[in-house]
């Protein structure tokens, strides 16, 4: 019992230092001023109309995020529990995660910029140079593509532990393909959907690098305003209380998408 809990002080350890105090320290600098408690942040924040209109952006970014890699992820999730190698493929699709998000932002700008690669192959079927980048089209392009495996690996996995006896049994009973996607494989890999939303939704709320480098700065979410009060205006109260409301919108995304309602919803 001592061994297991010597090994457990490094990750304690690790949480406490880079996970409790920075918290304490958000939510502490968003209710004190001067070492007095005041809700003078939160009542600015909710007071104002341009933070109000930055909340309902970022949502709104995050759900067609959320909802264009759910489209894309989940037929790719099948296909791959059909292929033979799936583990290779699968792989491949995890290789870019490993890439560092500011090295693939600059890899779009080159092929959304004015003269990149895209335009130029445009341009081979007469399409004039088209200002692609600095749009919300491009900003939300390159954010799909990069939350794309975050949602494409809980659907897999989902996917795999569904049991071939249950889908034979289904032939057997005369459904067809769309009847056994519809009762069978979608509600089982229900929960491996909402883990998807989850690790797609929740960091799509707080984006700040791509709206700067992708989106020039006409793509405006929270995350933007976080950056701006804590490295521009040096208003780190105000900073600290958009984080707290994204924390709290953070916990109510994973209530929602809590376990519990996979396997329920083919009762």
Do not use: C
Not at 72 to 95: D, Q
Not at 116 to 144: C, D, R, Y
């Amino acid at each position: 019992m001592k061994n297991k809990t010597f090994y457990l002080l490094p990750y304690l350890f690790w949480l406490t230092l880079f996970v409790f105090l920075p918290l304490i320290l958000i939510v502490y600098q968003a209710f004190f001023t001067n070492g007095h408690l005041t809700l003078v942040n939160f009542h600015d924040f909710f007071k104002s109309s341009v933070y109000l209109k930055m909340t309902f952006n970022s949502i709104v970014y995050a759900l067609i995020i959320t909802l264009i890699t759910f489209v894309i992820s989940y037929p790719t999730a099948y296909i791959l529990t059909t292929l033979r190698h799936k583990e290779l493929w699968l792989m491949l699709i995890v290789l870019p995660t490993w890439i560092n998000l500011l090295l693939k932002a600059y890899a779009f700008i080159g092929l959304f910029a004015t003269h990149g690669e895209v335009n130029h192959f445009l341009g081979l079927f007469g399409v004039a140079p088209k200002q692609l980048l600095f749009t919300n089209f491009s900003f939300i392009f390159v954010a799909s593509y990069i939350e794309l495996p975050f949602m494409i690996l809980p659907i897999f996995n989902a996917l795999e532990e569904i049991s071939p006896l249950q889908l034979a049994a289904s032939s057997d009973l005369g459904a067809n393909g769309w009847q056994k996607l519809r009762y069978i494989i979608f509600p089982l890999s229900l929960q491996g959907v909402k883990s998807g939303f989850q690790a797609v939704f929740i960091p799509s709320l707080s984006l700040f690098m791509l709206t700067r480098l992708i989106g020039g700065n006409r793509v405006i979410t929270l995350g933007t305003a976080i950056e701006e009060h804590f490295l521009v205006t040096q208003n780190w109260g105000m900073g600290s209380a958009i984080g707290v409301v994204l924390i709290l919108a953070m916990l109510a995304t994973m209530y929602l998408t809590r376990e519990g309602g996979g396997h329920e919803a083919i009762k």
